[in-house]
């Protein structure tokens, strides 16, 4: 766990405790989604998809060689917004994504923890910028849908509002009747710190290793751990 200054672990164990809602990204702190079909390789599908219908040009080299198919994807809505090109490229994402739930990796101990904090009591919602149907296909395999549902708001058609826009924590928020310092959001990006602040949610960075946690801590995320485990420990006690 983080150590920043001798009280970070009891204001950790604070943020879990207080917690009335919880909002989690999904690749990442649930699963690593991509950990056997390559989001780069994705990534390149697209880009390659794009070029044999002409239209490399829509993405920068810098979006090329992001290896995010995410960002792919943005780029290619500011500069067609609500087109049928971006929708059909956000449909084969989606398509490639449900491909890599089969092969997913839950991050150790989150399973657990998630059941665990609900029957402590709190609201689970999932807050991603990955498909929704995504979500729902890796929860229902893991039988943790009824953790969440209904609440799972992730990557709509408005692609513009995709993390770091706040919208996917407003519609849980929102929706579950919560105030945003009642809830608690569990990240492992910038983009995650950032839609949290904008929205007036307390976050906590999971970083699955020191580059992660460089840079959630450089985007300005002051409480990082690096497992899980201590947040279980903390609901257990």
């Given at each position: ?6 009280n ?26 991509f ?7 994705v990534?390149?599908?697209?880009v ?14 810098a ?13 290619v809505?500011?500069?067609h917004?609500?087109?049928d ?5 956000e ?10 739930t089969?092969?997913?990796?839950p ?7 998630i ?10 919602a999932?807050?991603t910028?990955?498909?929704?149907r ?14 969440f549902a209904?609440h799972?708001?992730g ?16 519609r ?25 602040r904008?929205?007036g ?10 580059r ?10 002051e409480y ?6 201590p ?5 257990r006690?």
């Open positions: 766990m983080a150590a920043k200054s001798r970070t672990t009891e204001e950790i164990a604070e943020l879990v405790t207080s917690a009335r809602v919880v909002l989690w990204d999904f690749d990442g702190p649930i699963c690593r989604l950990a056997g079909h390559s989001a780069a390789g990534a390149g599908e697209l390659d998809w794009l070029a044999v219908r002409g239209l490399h040009g829509l993405v920068t080299d979006e090329r060689d992001s290896l995010d198919p995410h960002l792919v994807l943005r780029a809505d500011r500069r917004p609500g087109s090109l971006v929708a059909e490229l449909e084969r994402l989606t398509k490639e994504e449900l491909r890599a089969s092969t997913a990796m991050t150790a101990f989150a399973d657990i923890l059941q665990t904090w609900r029957a402590r009591g709190a609201r689970m999932v807050t910028n990955n498909s929704p995504v979500v729902r296909a890796y929860l229902d395999d893991r039988a943790l849908t009824s953790c209904p799972i708001y990557r709509t058609q408005d692609l513009h509002r995709l993390k770091p826009d706040p919208h996917c924590l407003n849980a928020l929102s929706a579950m009747g919560a105030a945003p310092g009642a809830a608690l959001m569990i990240g492992d990006s910038p983009t995650d710190f950032q839609a949290a904008t929205a949610v307390p976050f906590l960075g999971y970083a699955r290793n020191a992660k946690a460089k840079l959630l801590t450089e985007a300005g995320a990082v751990v690096g497992s899980l485990w947040l279980l420990e903390t609901l006690h």
